[in-house]
């Protein structure tokens, strides 16, 4: 069974500054993906970036990059040039290849970002 | 027609009755996974089909069903419904491999009386 850890349940941060957000997950899947989802008021998870664990090249996109750490099996979200806009529950998740696979979420962070 | 379109945005029930909650998904998009997200905690995986088979299911009950419709839409319904079913239900589609995430709905939250 997969599962997904996120032990910070609030972080904020002010306007302009960086913030990480931290993750950690277990598999004995050796062909995985990560990702993160932002969930603003609206309700809508929005992906924000994900990673092939066969690569090892950090992904970016934008303001946001990963840490991506296969062997501590750790997964962490910077955002840099923090944004009003960001403000919203953030949500990892892991999905793997093969039947019956399925998007598996950690409990989220609260991210307030500060004016 | 883009995005994941659900409906309807709010439901009230009383507890032993039935609903039925619907996702039109974008066209193309072969998979469909249902997600109940309970307040202040991640979604909890409920159901999945591919091309309208049922391929996957999460720890839930059988009162919890659901059929995806050859027009890329579909539905969860769930029988007896309990107060603890109070939750944001989600849809999620993908029309291709694992690694290019799901596109999700809004969302119907429903509260059980």
């Known amino acids: 069974a997969q599962t997904v850890t996120q032990s910070q349940p609030e972080m904020s941060v002010q306007e302009a500054e960086t913030v990480t957000l931290s993750c950690t997950y277990d598999t004995s899947e050796s062909n995985y993906y990560l990702f993160w989802y932002k969930q603003p008021p609206s309700r809508q998870m929005i992906l924000v970036i994900r990673?092939?664990?066969?690569?090892?090249q950090n992904a970016t996109e934008n303001r946001f990059s990963v840490n991506f750490q296969k062997a501590a099996k750790s997964f962490s979200l910077k955002i840099s040039d923090s944004q009003l806009g960001d403000t919203a529950m953030y949500f990892c998740a892991f999905t793997y290849t093969g039947a019956n696979s399925k998007l598996t979420f950690g409990k989220g962070i609260t991210l307030s970002v500060r004016p | 027609e883009t995005g994941v379109t659900q409906s309807p945005t709010h439901l009230i029930k009383t507890r032993g009755q039935q609903v039925t909650l619907r996702c039109s998904s974008q066209s193309g998009h072969n998979t469909v996974s249902w997600y109940q997200q309970a307040l202040g905690q991640g979604p909890q995986f409920i159901f999945q089909y591919y091309r309208e088979e049922e391929n996957g299911r999460g720890n839930f009950p059988p009162r919890f069903s659901g059929l995806q419709f050859p027009n890329y839409s579909s539905e969860l319904n769930v029988n007896a419904l309990e107060l603890d079913d109070s939750a944001l239900y989600l849809c999620?589609?993908?029309?291709?491999?694992?690694?290019?995430?799901?596109?999700f709905g809004s969302g119907t939250r429903l509260t059980v009386v």
């Open positions: 990673q092939e664990a066969y690569k090892q």
């Open positions: 999620a589609s993908r029309d291709g491999p694992e690694r290019y995430g799901y596109t």
